[in-house]
């Protein structure tokens, strides 16, 4: 009856996704709309885009189709690098001896790392469509720049990045590798904007984070001609592009009739795992199924778990619209010893209804756990993994070790979203012992969500 599931389940190329699932059309409670942080009212199409693309603005207000094309430049692309393997961990699954199945989806095989990539090369081809000149962008560890870089490249359009400054300094290889696809790359908070300025004037010395990078981005790209500003997570539209992961895990699965009851990913602006869970929570807002969704966040950065669902700045400089979403307020840095990426203050407001309905929980890791799960995975599956996916590994060990002791054959499904080769630090404080927890207090949330805006 049931056959063989091989280790690795490839898709054919033409059995990718043609267009991209729009959850936000199957959703009752709408996410809330963004507001204009002058007025409190929502934002615009001729607002979104003077900071946006067009189309890609369109899709950022659009939450009543359900489907997107995906044009064919973006889908040629797509097929250098995808379908992504859905592999069946079973060399896990024999070291933790449990009875559960676990599968991971692979989205490290390209050479940015990470699922980025998806949504890079289509905000790339919809600047370059508009007939734009270039894009500026922030990036924290890196892993988005980087996408964005050989996205932009690739459509020959120009490609400013403001990197917070610790990961300038610590990952100069990532820096390079954006270079080598011609992106300038400025360490972020810079003296080139004005915002930057006023940040450095006020914390002089700071390294940077990433709300105040996204600030310097987006002054950067509304002061110039024929520029506008991308972003690598949180918002619906990168969503949107993310679900190629989703459909086709789905169809990976369908094609061996395996039903997932646990889908667990990792989550930072929400964009892997909102595009790996939209096309199942969408059968479940459908009525038509039900599973198990877990999100999972870092102890030092809990937006789902201890923020508050609120209005919020998408960013430090407070120039960008507001978003209704879990938050620790857009004043709230992570400690310095945080090394587990993961570390924007808020989550995508479709997740966030998604949350707040009650069809995704979330849970929070502490690093060091997430590192052991990292090298217990490394170990057996052979894939080094990216700390941000590691969050994703260590629930889906502890899940299948519950299934050990309960003796249930669960089916888990996860994001394994991309590589750690440039994360190397972190490995060497993990390994040499000195990498250290740290759960935020009470009071040190306190000035977070004290910096929240009052809106009604
Ligand atoms: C950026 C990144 C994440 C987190 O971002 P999301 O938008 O929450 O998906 C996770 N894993 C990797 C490898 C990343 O580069």
Redesign the pocket.
């Known amino acids: 009856m049931s056959r063989e599931i091989p280790y690795k389940i490839y898709l054919e190329e033409n059995e990718m996704p043609k267009q991209w699932y729009n959850v936000r059309a199957d959703m009752k409670n709408k996410p809330a709309p963004l507001l204009n942080p002058d007025t409190n009212q929502p934002m615009t199409l001729p607002e979104l885009e003077q900071v946006f693309c067009t189309e890609l603005a369109k899709q950022e207000l659009d939450d009543t189709t359900p489907f997107f094309d995906i044009p064919e430049e973006i889908l040629g692309f797509y097929k250098m690098y995808r379908p992504s393997p859905l592999v069946r961990a079973y060399c896990l699954e024999k070291k933790l001896d449990t009875p559960a199945k676990i599968y991971y989806k692979f989205?490290?095989n390209n050479t940015?790392?990470?699922?980025?990539l998806n949504s890079a090369i289509a905000q790339a081809y919809y600047a370059k469509k508009q007939g734009l000149k270039g894009v500026t962008t922030e990036t924290?560890?890196g892993?988005?720049g980087t996408?964005l870089s050989m996205a932009c490249s690739y459509f020959d359009l120009d490609c400013k990045v403001y990197m917070v400054k610790c990961s300038y300094e610590q990952k100069p290889f990532r820096r390079e590798v954006m270079r080598t696809y011609g992106a300038s790359v400025t360490p972020s908070p810079s003296m080139d904007t004005q915002v930057g300025r006023q940040i450095l004037e006020k914390h002089p010395g700071t390294s940077g984070s990433l709300g105040c990078a996204i600030s310097e981005a987006v002054e950067v790209a509304t002061h110039s001609e024929g520029y506008r500003y991308v972003l690598?997570?949180?918002l619906s539209q990168?969503?949107l592009h993310?679900t190629v992961i989703g459909l086709e895990t789905k169809t990976a699965l369908d094609k061996y009739d395996i039903t997932p009851d646990i889908i667990i990913?990792?989550?930072?602006?929400?964009?892997?795992?909102?595009?790996l869970v939209s096309p199942f929570i969408g059968d479940m807002l459908r009525g038509e199924k039900q599973y198990q969704v877990i999100a999972v966040e870092p102890a030092s950065c809990p937006s789902l778990t201890r923020g508050k669902y609120a209005y919020d700045f998408c960013d430090t400089g407070m120039v960008c619209p507001l978003a209704k979403m879990y938050t620790l307020g857009s004043g709230f840095i992570p400690s310095a010893n945080h090394a587990g990426?993961?570390r924007?203050h808020g989550?995508?407001s479709v997740l966030s209804q998604l949350y707040a309905d009650g069809y995704m929980e979330a849970r929070s890791v502490e690093q060091t756990a997430v590192f052991t799960a990292a090298e217990q995975f490394a170990r057996v599956e052979g894939i080094l993994?990216?700390?941000?996916?590691s969050?994703a590994i260590k629930v889906a060990i502890d899940e299948a070790l519950k299934c050990k002791e309960t003796g249930e054959e669960k089916t888990i499904v996860f994001?394994l979203?991309?590589?750690?080769y440039f994360d190397m630090y972190a490995y060497e404080s993990f390994h040499d012992g000195t990498m250290q927890d740290y759960i935020p207090t009470d009071e040190d949330l306190e000035p977070g969500f004290a910096s929240l805006p009052k809106v009604k």
């Open positions: 989205e490290g940015s790392g990470s699922h980025k924290g560890a892993q988005w996408a690598g997570s949180v990168v969503l993310q990913g990792c989550a930072g602006g929400g964009s892997n795992l909102g595009g990426g993961l924007y989550m995508s993994p990216a700390p941000e996916s969050h994001g979203t991309g590589t750690g």
